[in-house]
Antibody, heavy 122, light 110 residues
């Protein structure tokens, strides 16, 4: 059973960089069959996919966030991380890390972290 | 404005059947990509209910079923129970945008 846990600051100042880490247990971030993803959800709103990393270094990002996002992996700690720079209040949301598998002609998010609230405010 | 369109809300009485629609385009659902459905109880993480249009992960009751036709998909819930009250999201892959979600549908059990 794969488990994921987000960690990082709950408050980030405008224009600074939001940095979160997801620690994975019960699975390996080096696995070629898993796509490690970040998804966010502003309060009272829907889900927005941020991006994913797979095969240790291959990445894919949401085009609307691509210029500000970096996702990386630390295999020694079995973690993957999100950096989102130049944040504004619009980036305030609950951030989830999730594992995506493939099948049925697409990707599906079968394991999720509990989520962590990040507020952008001075 | 979400790429996948869902009704904001649906409701039904206990025991009834409800359906939630998810409408996309030729760039996503209509291109043959699979549709996934998630259930989210407020304050908790989403839970995978259906993947690949019609497949249920282990542990998901068979009261939940998915279907797809053309550029749309649907989630059906039969034998509605109070515990089904939650938000439901569809998700698929888009040729230009990668992973996309619907705006979500709030299910109220009357």
């Amino acid at each position: 059973q794969v488990q994921l846990q987000e960690s990082g600051p709950g408050l980030v100042k405008p224009s600074q960089t939001l940095s979160l880490t997801c620690t994975v247990s019960g699975g390996s971030v080096s696995s070629g069959s898993s796509y490690w993803s970040w998804i966010r959800q502003p309060a009272g709103r829907g889900l927005e996919w941020i991006g994913r990393i797979y095969n240790r270094e291959s990445t894919r990002y949401n085009p609307s966030l691509k210029s500000r996002v970096t996702i990386s992996v630390d295999t020694s700690k079995n973690q993957f991380s999100l950096n989102l720079n130049s944040v504004t209040a619009a980036d305030t949301a609950v951030y989830y890390c999730a594992r995506a598998g493939t099948g049925g002609d697409g990707y599906y998010f079968d394991y999720w972290g509990r989520g962590t609230l990040v507020t952008v405010s001075s | 404005q979400s790429v996948l369109t869902q009704p904001p809300s649906v409701s039904g009485a206990p025991g009834q059947r409800v359906t939630i629609s998810c409408t996309g385009s030729s760039s996503n659902i209509g291109a043959g990509y699979g549709v996934q459905w998630y259930q989210q109880v407020p304050g908790t993480a989403p839970k995978l209910l259906i993947y690949g249009n019609t497949n249920r992960p282990s542990g998901v009751p068979d009261r939940f079923s998915g279907s797809k036709s053309g550029t749309s998909a649907s989630l059906a819930i039969t034998g509605l129970q109070a515990e089904d009250e939650a938000d439901y999201y569809c998700q698929s892959y888009d040729r230009s945008l990668s992973e996309v979600f619907g705006g979500g549908t709030k299910l109220t059990v009357l």
